[in-house]
């Protein structure tokens, strides 16, 4: 990756899995991150927030590049309750609202806020090709999503301001997490017809992305996703190849939504979005992993 032109960086939701692997990528490069963590701090690189109703200091983001923000709780908890749907709400708006709030008070001087969204904004649209201009989609999660991003251009309007709106990473703690132990088992298959598309990319370019982001003039929604098409059966064929096991068992919508629920069955697993970035593609970004059957190749290991 260049050089960034970044110098410093505040971040929040450092330690989940996109956040700690993005810290490491900037300091490898010399980039100073600021840490905002809800426990005690360790170190001077670390300022701790959210321990009360207090706002943050402002004083806090001055000076800083970029303020990064990937707060939220998993969405791969089940059932989503209603108390936890509350809980999936206030992780993402609450942290987004303080940090608004601190970043419009620098007034001119105020860093750009690169604030987490997801793919999940769309809901499901099947047959269309949504590029960051498509309208928002219907369901709980676009709901969220919609919050989301409300709350983070609040920041504005002097501030620059970008929504990562991303798509479900390829890797053995994101959405391979339940699928590899069902395809190792031999009990993986079709989820239900198995042809809705589903947007995917890979952590290395979900962090390439987003410094790509940090370091452009880009504002608005950015899609992060990978280039091409992939549809459910595709990830699911591409897994079970790669593990020398068989992909022939379907899952029936119905006993999805009694496990999981409704709203998280129609959110991550019947949802058809087919996702493209744009906005990414058309400022230059190119991605290291351009088909989903590469993405599970570079997260999982062959199975002779």
Not at 47 to 55: G, K, T
Not at 284 to 297: I, M
Request: glycine share 10%; net charge neutral; aromatic share 6%.
């Amino acid at each position: 990756m260049p050089e960034s032109s970044a110098r410093r960086v505040v971040l929040a939701g450092a330690s989940g899995l996109i956040g700690s692997a993005l810290a490491d990528s900037l300091r490898a490069d010399g980039v100073e991150v600021v840490s905002l963590v809800r426990r005690e701090p360790t170190g001077a690189h670390e300022v701790q927030w959210l321990e009360d109703a207090s706002p943050l200091d402002p004083g806090v983001l001055a000076g800083a590049d970029a303020v990064v923000c990937l707060n939220g709780a998993t969405i791969g908890r089940f059932p989503w309750t209603a108390s936890y749907k509350s809980t999936l709400l206030w992780s993402r708006i609450t942290p987004t609202r303080t940090l608004a709030t601190a970043i419009r008070e620098l007034g001119d001087d105020a860093p750009a806020l690169v604030n987490a969204s997801a793919t999940g904004y769309y809901g499901s649209q099947p047959g269309a090709v949504l590029t960051e201009d498509a309208r928002r989609g219907e369901g709980f999660l676009a709901d969220i999503c919609g919050e989301w991003e409300n709350a983070a251009r609040a920041a504005g309007p002097r501030a620059r301001v970008a929504m990562l709106r991303t798509a479900p990473l390829i890797h053995e703690r994101g959405v391979l997490k339940p699928l590899l132990l069902l395809t190792k088992l031999g009990v993986s298959g079709p989820i239900g017809r198995g042809t809705q598309v589903w947007p995917w990319i890979t952590l290395d370019d979900e962090v390439r992305a987003i410094r790509h982001v940090i370091d452009s003039d880009l504002d608005g929604a950015v899609n992060l996703c990978g280039p091409t098409r992939a549809t459910a059966n595709d990830l699911g064929f591409a897994l079970a190849r790669r593990m020398n096991r068989p992909y022939a068992l379907r899952a029936p919508v119905w006993g999805m939504k009694l496990a999981l629920g409704r709203d998280a069955t129609e959110a991550l697993l019947t949802s058809d979005a087919d996702v493209r970035p744009a906005v990414l593609e058309n400022s230059g970004f190119t991605f290291t992993h351009t088909t989903v059957e590469d993405a599970v190749a570079s997260a999982v290991p062959a199975t002779r």
